[in-house]
């Protein structure tokens, strides 16, 4: 495995720059949505995002199980490059589904992309800048995140943080 992890806040440019990472790779790409449509705001970003990704790369939705789509992926041939997008997004679907969920798809997720023999992108918001939540469910849901990224970027080759749309490398 080949892994980059993409960090920054929100609008900070870090899904263009996955996007453009993903597009400097050899071989197939899989973009990995992990949100869900739930209003109309929600469905015109997705939309968006779809028309500014290449027509040729697949597309894999999944709000939950990401090591099982990465257990999948490693059996195609060839073994395509995935582009996950996003973390924050995910937290927030595990978090939903209640702490069993939370747990076993989290550490399936951490194990199954270390394991994964092809190149991987995964966005992420970084949430260790900003102030503490005012209620239990967005201090865990901060927690949460901080420590996935933190998981993440042990486990990642390149870790980069998106500010302004400028990157700066912080591991690579």
């Known amino acids: ?17 996955a996007e453009k990472l993903a597009q400097e790779k050899d071989g197939p790409v899989v973009y990995v949505a992990t949100a869900t449509i739930e209003d109309v ?7 968006l995002h779809r028309l500014q990704r290449p ?7 999944e709000p939950l199980a ?10 195609m041939n060839p073994v395509p490059n995935l582009l996950i997008d996003c ?5 927030s679907n595990l978090l939903h589904a209640g702490d069993d969920v939370f747990n076993r798809e989290r550490d399936g997720f951490l194990t199954s992309l270390v394991r994964y023999p092809g190149e991987v992108v995964i ?4 949430v260790g800048l900003g102030i503490i939540g ?13 420590w996935l990224n933190q998981a993440l970027a042990k486990r990642c080759d ?13 591991k690579g």
């Open 1 to 17: 495995m080949t892994a980059t992890l993409v960090l920054g806040g929100i609008r900070s440019g870090k899904s263009a720059l």
């Open 41 to 47: 705001e929600m469905q015109e970003r997705v939309r």
């Open 55 to 61: 027509s040729q790369w697949w597309l894999e939705e």
């Open 66 to 75: 990401l090591g099982s789509v990465l257990r999948r992926k490693a059996l």
């Open 87 to 91: 973390m924050s997004l995910w937290v």
């Open 123 to 126: 966005v992420s918001n970084e």
């Open 134 to 146: 005012m209620d239990p469910l967005t201090r865990r849901f901060a927690d949460e995140l901080g």
């Open 158 to 170: 390149k870790v980069v943080l998106s500010i302004a749309g400028i990157a700066q490398t912080l």
